[in-house]
């Protein structure tokens, strides 16, 4: 079962929370993470959700996450991301749909002009690939 610690920048996820007046179902990517609520107010009215979430939370103490979602206009009021504290997420309910992960490698004796046939070996077997330096 996942749990709001696998909720994490590049992951995909679908969730329900614990506010009282809402049963909306989110589904999208996290395109932020470790958000304090000075970031997270930007995204809605914060003060007003987590007053209908049950535990008086303090704003200042909750760990906020950006969920971009996905299916709009499906979603709340047409918003193209949401601020959501990892404290209101229902774990019950929380899927990790994909997560992204990355895998840095060292490739060695390969010349800086030859660098784009390393690339397309590796994304011709699927994998994406970019070059991010030399020495």
């Known amino acids: 079962m996942a ?14 929370t614990l506010a009282l007046n809402d049963s909306n179902i989110y589904q999208g990517a996290v395109i932020g993470e470790g958000n304090s ?8 009215d914060i003060v007003t959700y987590n007053n209908n979430v049950p535990g008086n939370l ?17 979603g709340p009021q047409n918003k193209f991301a949401i601020a959501i504290a990892k404290e ?3 774990e019950s309910t929380l899927t990790i749909i994909a997560t992204q992960k990355r ?4 490739v060695y ?3 800086i002009a030859n660098s784009q046939d390393v690339i397309d070996t590796l994304k011709a077997a699927n994998f994406k690939a970019i070059v991010t330096g030399h020495v």
Request: no cysteine; net charge negative; hydrophobic share 50%.
């Open 3 to 16: 749990t709001v610690a696998d909720i994490v920048k590049g992951a995909v996820v679908r969730l329900s």
């Open 58 to 74: 303090d704003l200042e103490l909750l760990d906020f996450f950006i969920l971009k979602l996905s299916g709009i206009p499906e």
């Open 88 to 90: 209101w997420v229902n």
């Open 109 to 111: 004796d390969v010349d």
């Open 103 to 106: 895998l840095y490698l060292t």
């Open 37 to 44: 609520y000075e970031v997270a107010k930007s995204y809605g």
